[in-house]
Nanobody, 125 residues
């Protein structure tokens, strides 16, 4: 599976962005997918995850209620809709997939099998 994240950019606090994670590879529709982010000087952290079918999701407390993860297996794409963005959301955002289809499998960086290149999200105050 190859993954490519896109959709990042510069936005003012309170604004919105939608990130996309486009995948290639036969096993994508059987994979759980997670979004992670890494701010300068900090460790990569979990943001959101979705199971293989899209009917189960998990969120980090810091983004719950503001971010929504979804997927379209026909388009082999996972999305991260972000609203009410804060300066603290500034980071490079990565998508990753796990060969295990369950949502819990996509919440830990060590559990991910494939990573895409990140996309920068910058939120100005």
């Amino acid at each position: 599976v190859q993954l490519q994240a896109s959709g990042g950019g510069l936005v003012q606090a309170g604004g919105s962005l939608r990130l996309s994670c486009a995948a290639s590879g036969r096993t994508f529709s059987n994979s759980a997918v997670g979004w992670f982010r890494q701010a300068p000087g900090k460790e990569r952290e979990f943001v959101a995850a979705i199971n293989w079918s899209g009917d189960s999701t998990l969120y980090a407390d810091s983004v719950s209620g503001r971010f929504t993860i979804s997927r379209d297996n026909a388009k082999m794409t996972v999305y991260l809709q972000m609203i009410s963005l804060k300066p603290g959301d500034t980071a490079v955002y990565y998508c990753a997939s796990s060969n295990i289809p369950l949502v819990a499998a996509a919440t830990l960086t060590v559990g991910m099998d494939y990573w895409g290149k990140g996309t920068q999200v910058t939120v100005s105050s």
